[in-house]
């Protein structure tokens, strides 16, 4: 048997082989990355552990927590660029919410956020369910008229807000607080998973809408260029990550997530050529209910996004 360049003596094989069980060879992974909260970083990242309000009640709190305990085991080394994800994320940790229902959780996570979006060119709201999104998009605190939100979403989170905020209206919310419709984009939208009136209203809102057949016969590409293109106009653009709209096999975390939903390798591709836009200033990621996965599946995809969210943010044009 061979060690590295050196021949072992038949005899000593097993003590070789124990040797290399016992002292594995360590390789950078994202918590490198990982730096304090007053540390000098482009990227931020708050943790937004809020579950209430939830259509479906669950666990959307415990994601912040174990995404970043997930991050040891996403490595920073990309195979298919040949390049090392170097790009440091000031931490700000979790905002103290809990107990509170989505209107009290509104102003702390706003504000938390903007303290990145103040000193970060890009920040990472982990939820947390899909309210923390109307939060994540105030904190940039410009006109909603100059804004542009993208959702890669089952869902078009337009149920009435009548009886209160929940993680099934945030885009009506948003709307209702005077963003305009023109400039919302939705990709992935699930068949058998939305109200006609909802379509309907997104269409006649001024919404672009790209079905995940549409993203399946088009490819994401596709879809996230007509995405970005559809909110041009605007001066600044929040990505709105409902992992819901993986497909349930590749996703089992989610309680809105259905079998027919994009793959995991499409939601990476779209994650990274968003995150390369310099106008995206927030990306999110909401509606991982960890309990409902018994397996590490759902918090490795997780894990994987911040990844894809560096990686993009790394190859941004800055000339």
Same mark, same amino acid.
Not at 108 to 125: H, K, M, N, Y
């Given at each position: 048997?061979?060690?590295?360049?050196?021949?072992?003596?038949?005899?000593? $094989?097993? $003590?070789?082989?124990?040797?290399?069980?016992?002292?594995?060879?360590?390789?950078? @992974?994202?918590?490198?990355?990982?730096?304090?909260?007053?540390?000098?970083?482009?990227?931020?990242?708050?943790?937004?552990?809020?579950? *209430?309000?939830?259509?479906?009640?669950?666990?959307?709190?415990?994601?912040?927590?174990?995404?970043?305990?997930?991050? /040891?085991?996403?490595? /920073?080394? &990309?195979?298919?660029?040949? =390049?090392?994800?170097?790009?440091?994320?000031?931490?700000?940790?979790?905002?103290?919410?809990?107990?509170?229902?989505?209107?009290?959780?509104?102003?702390?996570?706003?504000?938390?956020?903007?303290?990145?979006?103040?000193?970060?060119?890009?920040? !990472? !709201?982990?939820?947390?369910? @899909?309210?923390?999104?109307?939060?994540?998009?105030?904190? !940039?605190?410009?006109?909603?008229?100059?804004?542009?939100?993208?959702?890669?979403?089952?869902?078009?989170?337009?149920?009435?807000?009548?009886?209160?905020?929940?993680?099934?209206?945030?885009?009506?919310?948003?709307?209702?607080?005077?963003?305009?419709?023109?400039?919302? *984009?939705?990709?992935?939208?699930?068949?058998?998973? @939305?109200? *006609?009136?909802?379509?309907? #209203?997104?269409? &006649?809102?001024?919404?672009?809408?790209?079905?995940?057949?549409?993203?399946?016969?088009?490819?994401?590409?596709?879809?996230?260029?007509?995405?970005?293109?559809?909110?041009?106009?605007?001066?600044?653009?929040?990505?709105?990550?409902?992992?819901?709209?993986?497909? /349930?096999?590749?996703?089992?975390?989610?309680?809105?997530? =259905?079998?027919?939903?994009?793959?995991?390798?499409?939601?990476? *591709?779209?994650? /990274?050529?968003?995150?390369?836009?310099?106008?995206?200033?927030?990306? #999110?990621?909401?509606?991982? &209910?960890?309990?409902?996965d018994p397996t590490d599946l759902s918090a490795l995809v997780a894990a994987r996004w911040v990844a894809e969210c560096i990686a993009g943010y790394e190859s941004r044009d800055r000339d």
């Open positions: 048997m061979a060690v590295g360049d050196q021949a072992v003596p038949h005899g000593e $094989w097993q $003590w070789a082989a124990a040797m290399l069980v016992v002292k594995p060879m360590s390789w950078p @992974n994202l918590t490198d990355l990982l730096v304090d909260a007053n540390a000098e970083a482009p990227i931020g990242m708050v943790g937004a552990p809020l579950s *209430a309000g939830s259509v479906t009640p669950g666990r959307c709190d415990l994601a912040p927590a174990l995404l970043r305990a997930t991050l /040891r085991r996403i490595g /920073r080394y &990309d195979v298919e660029t040949g =390049r090392e994800l170097a790009t440091r994320i000031a931490d700000y940790g979790d905002v103290a919410i809990g107990g509170m229902s989505i209107e009290q959780a509104t102003a702390p996570i706003r504000d938390a956020c903007a303290a990145s979006v103040a000193r970060d060119e890009l920040t !990472l !709201l982990v939820g947390g369910n @899909n309210a923390v999104t109307r939060p994540g998009v105030h904190a !940039l605190g410009i006109p909603l008229e100059r804004l542009g939100l993208i959702t890669l979403d089952a869902h078009f989170d337009l149920r009435e807000t009548d009886e209160g905020l929940s993680n099934g209206n945030p885009v009506r919310a948003l709307r209702e607080d005077g963003l305009p419709g023109r400039n919302i *984009a939705q990709v992935g939208l699930a068949s058998f998973a @939305n109200s *006609a009136a909802m379509h309907r #209203d997104a269409i &006649d809102g001024g919404h672009l809408v790209v079905s995940i057949g549409e993203v399946r016969r088009g490819g994401i590409g596709a879809a996230v260029a007509a995405a970005l293109a559809h909110v041009a106009h605007t001066e600044a653009i929040v990505v709105d990550c409902d992992i819901d709209v993986i497909d /349930r096999g590749q996703l089992p975390g989610a309680p809105g997530a =259905r079998p027919g939903g994009m793959a995991a390798h499409d939601f990476f *591709a779209a994650v /990274r050529l968003l995150a390369a836009d310099p106008n995206v200033r927030l990306i #999110d990621l909401t509606e991982w &209910d960890p309990p409902l």
